[in-house]
């Protein structure tokens, strides 16, 4: 069984700062890609940012220079650093990884259950 969970969501000023984590625990053999979407209130999820096992980064245009996808191998945990937000970063953020479970030869994508990140303006 895998399972991805995210921490780090909460309530934040415009302009501040916040540090969202996503740890993937279980059964696993390798974890590919991994990435962070996020879905507003009546909107379509939308990609955030996805890094892969090398540590190659993409994000949209519209996240670019405020938004910092990393993560740790070691630790199977990947983490967003979000700058300068504002009220259009109020979403549910959710984790998506790219996993080989052990016994398997291919890869599965898993979601987490998401965290609730709130820019009061």
């Known amino acids: 069984q895998v399972q991805l969970v995210e921490s780090g969501g909460g309530l934040v000023q415009a302009g501040g700062s916040l540090r969202l984590s996503c740890a993937a625990s279980?059964?696993?053999?390798?974890?590919?890609?991994m990435s962070w979407y996020r879905q507003a209130p009546g909107k379509q999820r939308e990609l955030v940012a996805t890094i892969t096992s090398g540590g190659r980064t993409n994000y949209p245009d519209s996240i670019k220079g405020r938004f910092t996808i990393s993560r740790d191998n070691a630790k199977n945990t990947v983490y967003l650093q979000m700058n300068s937000l504002n009220a259009e970063d109020t979403a549910v953020y959710y984790c998506n990884a790219l996993i080989r479970p052990h016994g398997a030869t291919y890869h599965v994508t898993y979601w987490g259950q998401g965290t609730q990140v709130t820019v009061s303006s």
């Open positions: 279980g059964s696993i053999f390798s974890i590919n890609d």
